[in-house]
């Protein structure tokens, strides 16, 4: 092969959706997962969507009071479907359930080393590039159509996205996104990105090294065993409030899906008297469980909302139990826990909800997942406010300004987050993988 072809192979490789034969980071058996990645995102586009411009119909938004259609949806359909706190911890514990199936399926060394070496290149590419585009839009010049926007809709749930003063600013802000450990929704990316979602990167990013370290020990210890000591450590992880509580779950579902045949015994459940008991109404218990405690703290007594988070031990301060919990940063909850698990426990069972999952369109938005994360809010933040503020000014109502918004930014999200996909998010996989090449020995 000479160099033209050897160049032409490698740049349509960078340029092509990948397959599910090159695609080494999934197995075809996991496609579900994809799917409920899929239908996230919608969740989350919702919920940028709706916290820009309708705040008082997302629950914990700063916009307690506004008009009865948000306060309705809020306390209705909000709760479980643009919820940001569930939202966000569905995605780390689904990260940590799908992050180790490449090790687990083919436990050697080689494997386990290009996760981790490819892990930090594949977030930090498009990361990079989306918060280049986000710096640029909204710190050249004075963008005070935002705030504006802001002070017509009353809108206190959302900020101007923070200004880039010099490059030392931006760079260290991208620099650190890779290495706070905590005060996530602090950091200058975070408060400089639409929205203030970019937080979950960073999580996630930290996240991925508690689950490779833990992957591990699965291949050369006793199953009873590692499921009695995952336990312990999910309980430790919730005692101290350490999101490893969501991360090692996810990784114990992997582990006994894979190895433990966790879907015939699930199915089977167990013997009590010569009478077969079904297992899978736990699981509904679960889901009920965190569902009631979702809309008795939302749209009941929202003001005991945040009590279960007092019940952990203070780990950055000196109080006995979390006392000085900070409300700003993501949280790890119980309610949120108490869904998802149950969500992926009835999932992990049935066949008939994972073919759900495994339709066209969901597993392919799950494949454009993070291009779609990180291009919905720069679209809603550019193309969707400034068009708002047209049609305000034309004296357009806020129902129909935002109706026509929403029916403008979806598909431009759908038309962004392709190119994004295509052009930075495939190729950074594509270079991932290549430098690993390269590198190893």
């Known amino acids: ?126 990361t990079f590039i989306a918060f280049s ?13 935002i705030s504006d926007f802001l002070t017509a809709t009353g809108n206190v749930s959302t900020s101007v996205p923070y200004r880039m003063r010099n490059f030392l600013v931006y760079f260290n802000s991208l620099y650190d996104l890779f290495w706070v450990t905590k005060w996530y929704a602090s950091q200058a990316a975070n408060r400089a990105f639409p929205s203030g979602t970019l937080w979950i990167v960073s999580l996630l990013f930290q996240q991925s090294y508690t689950v490779y370290m833990t992957m591990v020990t699965i291949p050369h210890t006793r199953a009873s065993w590692r499921v009695k000591a995952f336990l312990v450590f999910i309980a430790t992880a919730w005692w101290v409030e350490s999101w490893a509580w969501y991360s090692v779950t996810g990784l114990l579902l992997a582990d006994v899906v894979l190895n433990m045949n966790f879907q015939l015994r699930s199915r089977s459940g167990f013997m009590l008297r010569q009478t077969r008991i079904p297992i899978w109404p736990l699981y509904a218990v679960l889901i009920s469980t965190g569902v009631l405690l979702q809309y ?66 969901l597993v392919a938005m799950g494949k454009r997942s993070f291009s779609i994360f990180l291009m919905q809010p720069l679209m809603i933040y550019t193309a969707g406010i400034k068009l708002y503020m047209y049609l305000h000014a034309a004296g357009t109502n806020h129902e129909l300004a935002t109706f026509v918004c929403f029916v403008v930014c979806l598909p431009l999200t759908a038309v962004a987050s392709e190119m994004f996909y295509r052009i930075v998010d495939v190729p950074s996989m594509a270079v991932a993988k290549e430098v690993w090449e390269w590198i190893k020995k």
């Open 1 to 126: 092969m000479n160099k033209v072809q050897l160049f032409n192979s490698r740049f349509s490789t960078f340029l092509s959706t990948p397959s599910s034969k090159s695609d080494a980071s999934r197995l075809p058996s996991q496609d579900y997962l994809i799917g409920l990645r899929g239908l996230l995102v919608i969740q989350s586009f919702l919920f940028v969507f709706f916290q820009t411009f309708l705040p008082a119909a997302v629950p914990d938004s700063q916009n307690t009071n506004g008009p009865l259609y948000q306060i309705v949806l809020r306390k209705s359909l909000g709760v479980l479907f643009w919820n940001d706190s569930l939202i966000f911890s569905s995605i780390i514990l689904l990260s940590a359930r799908t992050l180790a199936l490449p090790y687990l399926a083919n436990p050697n060394k080689n494997v386990c080393a290009s996760s981790i070496f490819r892990r930090g290149i594949r977030l930090w590419i498009p």
């Open 296 to 361: 008795l703290f939302i749209a009941w007594r929202p003001d005991m909302r945040n009590n279960e988070l007092m019940g952990h031990t203070g780990l950055y301060n000196a109080e006995p139990l979390n006392g000085g919990v900070d409300l700003s940063q993501p949280q790890a909850r119980d309610d949120n826990y108490l869904i998802i698990l149950g969500c992926m426990l009835l999932v992990e069972t049935f066949d008939w909800l994972q073919r759900i999952l495994r339709t066209r369109v």
């Open 133 to 145: 585009l986000s710096v640029a839009a909204f710190s050249a010049g004075t963008p005070t159509y």
